[in-house]
């Protein structure tokens, strides 16, 4: 029986699509006249804050090299980083989680507050200088449709900040909701062959490199969501700086490693768990691999955790319902209001 998750995914090209009609038709003004800030900070929490993480990579290969920090150490640890930039890219899907108001009000009038939420109405929207609607619609559990349209929207910003936006960007993302939609018509084959090489391992793996380092963590974080399994993500880097030692036959591991930089370095990481004895998937431009093989050509490398994501969507919901997992959260509320 299909639940509210399954519907958020399915109807994620649909809402994607929305987006583009929306900031390039219906209200163009307020992406097109955001300038490059000359020391930019992006935040969140959550699915917001790997969207920021992510964005963050984008922004430096085009030479704006950002802040970047959750949320929540802006209200404990890192106030300080806010007299620091003369402009802050908030994300928050609801616009009225835990960290928003401390973060606001602790902003001096230097700062210029973009804020990127899909309630305009909300806390952060009503302060926002400038407003980056997320039109995802209603979303009632994991982040699905916000998540991939902040990613969007993020993109979208990271080109206006580098050049100006095109109305090649548009179709550019027009061309990633179609593989969004094909990796979706696939799921039964994608989710199939997840759950056969990693249900009954002991612990569950993501990993990448940089920002797939952040898609690795928005599917780890979406397994302990929605599966009530505990599984646990890391950048490659810091995998093989120490983790790598507990890797062995009861280890389920997925490498994300499309076309980019460090693909290569991802791939033979991928061969190495194997070695190790661990189940290994491999994850590029969505399509899920065996150790070993590979896609001939992909996406703009920040965009590829759009549909790198989806793959890990798709899993989390059919193995937890492989798994007579009650659909919905134990201990979470959507919207954190503490902190």
């Known amino acids: 029986m299909k639940n509210a998750f399954y519907e958020d995914i399915l109807a994620q090209p649909d809402v994607l699509r929305g987006l583009i009609e929306h900031h390039f038709v219906t209200d163009p003004k307020p992406l097109r006249s955001s300038a490059a800030p000359s020391r930019p900070l992006l935040t969140g929490m959550g699915a917001s804050y790997h969207a920021a993480w992510i964005t963050s990579y984008h922004l430096v290969s085009k030479g704006i090299v950002p802040l970047v920090q959750e949320a929540a150490d802006l209200v404990f640890y890192t106030q300080p980083m806010l007299d620091a930039v003369d402009a802050c890219v908030f994300v928050s899907q609801s616009g009225r989680s835990a960290e928003v108001q401390p973060v606001v009000k602790r902003l001096g009038e230097q ?66 909701a179609d593989r969004i939609a094909g990796i979706i018509s696939k799921a039964e084959a994608t989710t199939a062959r997840w759950i056969d090489q990693l249900d009954g391992v002991d612990h569950l793996l993501f990993v990448g490199h940089g920002p797939h380092a952040a898609t690795a963590r928005q599917s780890a974080m979406m397994l302990n969501e929605w599966t009530k399994v505990s599984a646990f993500s890391a950048s490659i880097g810091a995998y093989l700086h120490g983790f790598i030692e ?24 991928a061969e190495r768990l194997q070695r190790h004895g661990a189940k290994v998937l491999v994850v590029a431009n969505g399509q899920t691999l065996a150790v070993g093989e590979r896609v001939s050509s992909g996406v703009d490398e920040y965009l590829s955790p759009m549909l790198d994501v989806v793959a890990a969507q798709l899993f989390a919901e059919a193995y937890a319902r492989h798994r007579g997992v009650e659909p919905g959260f134990r201990y979470l509320t959507k919207v954190v209001t503490q902190i």
């Open 111 to 176: 700062v210029r507050l973009t804020g990127v939420t899909n309630e305009p109405d909300s806390p952060l929207g009503q302060a926002a200088d400038q407003l980056l609607w997320l039109a995802a619609g209603d979303e009632k559990y994991v982040a699905a449709k916000t998540y991939m349209n902040s990613l969007a929207v993020l993109w979208l910003l990271a080109r206006q900040w580098s050049g100006g936006l095109r109305e090649a960007d548009a179709d550019t993302l027009k061309g990633v």
């Open 246 to 269: 507990s890797s062995g036959p009861e280890l389920g591991a997925v490498v994300y490693a499309p076309p980019g930089i460090t693909s290569e370095s991802a791939l033979a990481v």
